[in-house]
């Protein structure tokens, strides 16, 4: 079992930027899938990028592809997500998401995740 620790957040202005910043608590990161997501206030939770840490392959969403990257740092076991760009429209709860197993049709699923992160809250304000 593994605890996930996000950190990063805040408040930053339009077109600017934040990493966040995903480490595990009890083991590494080997053979999971890192994956984050983001809640906005009164919405469903939505998939915004996965790296799978053992072939570095990353998968993000259309709406932050060019903005967002995520990648990973195997000597300080952490995931990152760089935020560029940043619009008000980012703004929500992150969260690090990570589980074993996950298919490749799942990776976008939160369903398919079972370990989740505490969410750290990104603001970007106009």
């Known amino acids: 079992q593994v605890q996930l620790v996000e950190s990063g957040g805040g408040l930053v202005q339009a077109g600017g930027s934040l990493r966040l910043s995903c480490e595990p608590s009890?083991?590494?990161?080997?053979?999971?899938?890192i994956a984050w997501f983001r809640r906005f206030p009164g919405k469903e939770r939505e998939f915004v990028a996965a790296?799978?840490?053992?072939?570095?392959?990353?998968y993000s969403a259309d709406s932050v592809k060019g903005r967002f990257s995520i990648s990973r740092d195997n000597v300080k076991s952490t995931v990152y997500l760089q935020m560029d760009s940043l619009k008000p429209d980012d703004t929500a709860t992150y969260y690090c998401a990570g589980d074993t197993g996950v298919i490749l049709s799942n990776i976008r699923n939160g369903a398919a995740y079972d370990y989740w992160g505490q969410g750290t809250q990104v603001t970007v304000s106009s």
């Open positions: 790296i799978r840490w053992n072939s570095r392959h990353t």
């Open positions: 009890g083991r590494t990161f080997r053979d999971y899938t």
